[in-house]
């Protein structure tokens, strides 16, 4: 099975259910090898609380001794100016929020060359940045079930 990465969208869900968030990480890895994006790490540790800074903290103290840490290289960032660019002539800069894309745009360029599969919650904005620079890419649902939200792909 190929590599994947989770999206910001897939831990933040994740840790909205409380302590399963790990379980219900484990149940969308199946067997993949799981990576995490530098990017992610940024904004997870932007986002958090302070209950769940040390679940991110864990986080990314495993994924660096895994040496399963992916961080966006040059071209990656030349990559992503270049799909936003060509967002921005599609759909217009106001309508098409780029600097709330660019984020994204990395994990994407970064993933895809590597051969990595990004798991989203956020199916709008990656499926529009897949419209100028293919790469892979799955949707993850939450949905909640008895009071608790459960994932599927």
């Known amino acids: 099975m190929r590599p ?3 999206d ?55 994924f660096d001794s895994a040496r399963r840490i992916l961080v966006p290289n040059l071209n990656d960032w030349t990559q992503t100016g270049a799909v936003l660019a060509r967002l921005a002539a599609r759909y217009g800069y106001e309508q098409m929020g780029q600097a709330r894309l660019t984020n994204d745009a990395l994990i994407a360029m970064s993933a895809a060359r590597q051969g990595i599969i990004i798991m989203t919650a956020n199916e709008r904005d990656f499926a529009r940045l897949a419209q100028c620079r293919p790469f892979e890419w799955a949707s993850v649902r939450f949905t909640k079930s008895s009071g608790q939200e459960r994932a599927s792909e």
């Open 8 to 62: 910001s969208s897939v831990y933040i869900a994740a840790l909205r259910t409380g302590d399963d968030a790990t379980l219900t990480l484990r149940q969308l890895r199946s067997e993949a090898q799981v990576w995490l994006s530098a990017v992610v790490l940024e904004e997870l540790y932007a986002g958090v609380n302070r209950r769940d800074r040390r679940v991110v903290e864990r986080l990314q103290r495993d």
């Open 4 to 6: 994947v990465l989770f």
